[in-house]
């Protein structure tokens, strides 16, 4: 555990947290455009303040089925990547000192999974999504067909 | 006196003097009588010696300084130029290249210089490279000869010092790269926004808008113009390298070239310039390598025994024309689809069916290599391909043009610039993108009537040519549009030298797009060059046809 402050918020009932340092905005839902070729958890892509910007449906990719909630979305630093995390619901910021137990992942996109008094968290390796999500994309590119409509 | 500010001039300059001493050093090997050219080359390693002086960076002094003493002998007529000299120099180029790296990179210097300076120092030519080429001698001996001009500057080259002395002083200023893609960004922004109220204009038909949106259109362009023309940089940033790199596959192959090159004070985009190396050294190598043949065989068909391989330049409107010219022995176009029905690229059929112009172009599959022999200088058949898609990527199209015996010439139409261009909109499904209309050769809505089925593929008449159907929805994974009243929208594009008509389910006309790249994780998605917001605000991605097919 090397991140001082944690974002938390939730997804398919489940609590989940990112380094404050790689997020740069929570948003409301906004329009985005669908864009051909890729994952369906890819909703489309949004104009984050210029960027082009892709926007993840991170209920359906962690195969945890999207809600009926407007959610928010999770802007990550720019720095790191063009992307966007559709989750259910945005908590509150917590203090690296405030976690009282952390115990290992197995599950290769949890770095660890975190008690605190807010709940059990389970804290997102981004570089591992960011790879995880290139590799889906690589897997899925558009292959040539013959033939007419 | 804390000198870090001084550091990125220091290595911006540096490298500048680091290019034109390669580019001399290879002009004076085909002229080596150049005496203004040999005062040039003492005068950049010396400049180069007091930067590095002036900055306490003592190895670069210390390589700079041999390269000097090096050439001084050759100005004071002691030592000829011949490739001896030129190989010395053109690693000491090297050698302070990668000095200048570790300096950028602030880590400490691990490369020795004190032997390079020794052998500099000892540096006697081989006697025997003059008795091999007897028609170097005339050339060398009036260099030797000039010795009592020596002490004193030539007046050609007093006049180049002043020249050089006057452009420095002419009022430019240097700026950092990032600011002016800041700037371009924002041009692109202003691009997006102009579409933006010219929708707006459309809707509430206020003639009084659409002037002040017409009028700041025409200052839009003109402000991107001027952006474009401070972003570009002449071609001669990129060129010492090309002279460099036929230089050496010549010797490699020992073969004599004679390398020219023109236009190298055009301008191109930087971005344009920074992805052109590798597709034009590639480009150059198979010229030198396979285009021109050896001495006995070009003597045999009584061309000259030196080749010539010219790289030229040119622009031509908002487009940059480079061309690599070769006067070898050229590709019949017969020949090449024998080649590809061979190694199973394409059938019979399908070869008999090529132009001449499209047999050449099958050059660029992936796989295809005519060379007799497989050599280490120009790769293994893989390289023509990539270099297509590279220049592809870039906005830009490959044309080879050949004459059997006479050469060959492959001609690259860039854009100026890759951020702005024009594309053309498409509907498939629920989705519209963009087609850069480079890669779109004419729009087309055809009749279900005019649809011939050949076995599996669906085929139709253009310019007496039978081109095959695809669905852009079915490459992109998306429904397959219906066509009620019997009309098929299509778009006609060039995937492995052959046109292809791609129907989609609506052409939407074309527009001007700020091109954005897409970031992580995006970037590598493959068949997309990129994105842009339209004067709505929706976002359309733009494709990479080539890359799609």
């Known amino acids: 555990m090397t991140a001082e402050r944690l974002l938390v918020f939730s997804v398919g009932r489940e609590l989940f947290a990112l380094n404050l340092t790689e997020v740069c905005e929570v948003m409301e839902p906004q329009q985005s455009y669908p864009f051909a070729g890729a994952p369906p958890y890819y909703l489309g892509l949004i104009n984050f303040h210029g960027n082009l910007t892709a926007l993840l449906d991170f209920a359906q990719y962690l195969g945890a089925g999207s809600r009926p909630l407007p959610g928010k979305l999770l802007v990550i630093d720019t720095k790191l990547a063009h992307l966007a995390l559709k989750v259910d619901a945005v908590g509150s910021i917590i203090d690296a000192q405030s976690i009282t137990g952390a115990t290992r992942s197995e599950e290769p996109l949890i770095e660890a999974l975190l008690e605190t008094p807010q709940g059990n968290l389970r804290l997102v390796r981004l570089e591992t999504l960011l790879s995880s999500l290139e590799d889906d994309l690589r897997a899925a590119a558009p292959k040539s067909a013959p033939g007419g409509n | ?549």
Do not use: W
């Not at chain 2, 579409?195 to 038909?205: H, N, P, T």
């Not at chain 2, 200052?219 to 113009?225: E, F, M, T």
């Not at chain 2, 989609?504 to 897409?518: A, M, N, P, T, Y």
């Not at chain 2, 970037?523 to 605000?537: E, H, K, N, P, R």
């Open chain 2, 1 to 549: 006196m804390d000198m870090s500010q001084y550091k990125a001039l220091f290595l911006s300059e540096s490298r500048e003097y680091l290019r034109t001493i390669a580019e001399q050093v290879v002009a004076l090997e085909q002229s080596p009588a150049d005496r203004s050219a040999i005062d040039a080359l003492f005068r950049g390693a010396h400049s180069l010696k007091g930067m590095a002086a002036s900055m306490e960076y003592g190895d670069v002094v210390v390589v700079a300084h041999s390269m000097e003493d090096l050439m001084a002998r050759v100005r004071d007529g002691a030592l000829p130029f011949g490739a001896g000299v030129a190989d010395l120099l053109l690693e000491g180029v090297d050698l302070i290249d990668a000095l200048l790296q570790d300096v950028e990179e602030e880590r400490p210097s691990s490369l020795p210089t004190d032997g390079y300076a020794a052998r500099l120092a000892s540096y006697v030519p081989a006697p025997e490279k003059k008795a091999k080429k007897p028609d170097e001698a005339p050339k060398a001996a009036p260099t030797a000869a000039e010795p009592a001009q020596a002490s004193e500057p030539a007046p050609a080259a007093e006049a180049e010092r002043a020249k050089e002395s006057t452009t420095e002083l002419g009022g430019t200023v240097r700026v950092k790269t990032e600011l002016l893609d800041h700037l371009i960004n924002l041009t692109g922004e202003l691009v997006t926004n102009k579409q933006r109220l010219l929708s707006i204009g459309r809707e509430l038909a206020s003639p009084a808008l659409n002037d002040a949106v017409s009028e700041t259109s025409k200052l839009l362009r003109a402000l991107h113009d001027e952006v474009m023309k401070v972003r570009l940089m002449p071609f001669e940033a990129i060129s010492d390298r090309f002279q460099r790199s036929v230089r050496a596959v010549a010797k490699k192959s020992g073969k004599e070239i004679n390398f020219e090159l023109t236009g190298r004070e055009i301008g191109l985009d930087r971005g344009v310039l920074e992805q052109l190396v590798d597709p034009l050294n590639h480009i150059l190598r198979n010229a030198v390598d396979h285009g021109i043949e050896d001495g006995e065989e070009r003597e045999r068909a009584g061309k000259p025994a030196r080749g010539l391989v010219k790289l030229s330049v040119s622009r031509d409107r908002d487009r940059i024309h480079i061309t690599v010219r070769d006067d070898g022995r050229g590709m019949e176009p017969q020949s090449m689809i024998e080649a590809a029905v061979r190694k199973g690229l394409i059938t019979p059929e399908e070869g008999e069916l090529l132009s001449p112009r499209q047999a050449l172009m099958l050059s660029c599959i992936p796989g295809f290599s005519t060379a007799k022999e497989v050599t280490d200088i120009s790769g293994r058949g893989v390289g023509m391909d990539a270099v297509n898609a590279a220049i592809a990527k870039l906005g830009g199209t490959l044309g080879i043009e050949s004459e059997p015996g006479q050469g060959t010439s492959i001609t690259l139409k860039l854009p100026l610039t890759i951020a702005i261009i024009h594309a053309l909109l498409v509907q498939c499904g629920q989705i519209k993108t963009a087609i850069p209309v480079n890669a779109v050769q004419r729009t087309v809505e055809l009749s279900r009537r005019q649809i011939e089925t050949v076995g599996r593929r669906q085929m139709f008449q253009l310019d007496d040519e039978s081109i095959p159907l695809l669905s852009l929805n079915r490459v992109l994974g998306l429904p397959l549009g219906r066509f009620p009243d019997g009309i098929l929208p299509l778009f006609v594009t060039e995937a492995k030298g052959r046109r292809v008509g791609m129907v989609v389910d609506r052409l939407l006309g074309q527009h001007e797009l700020f091109v954005k790249r897409l970031g992580r994780p995006l970037d590598g998605m493959a068949g997309v060059a990129g994105g842009a917001t339209l004067g709505d605000g929706e976002i359309v991605t733009i494709l990479d046809i080539s890359e799609l097919l």
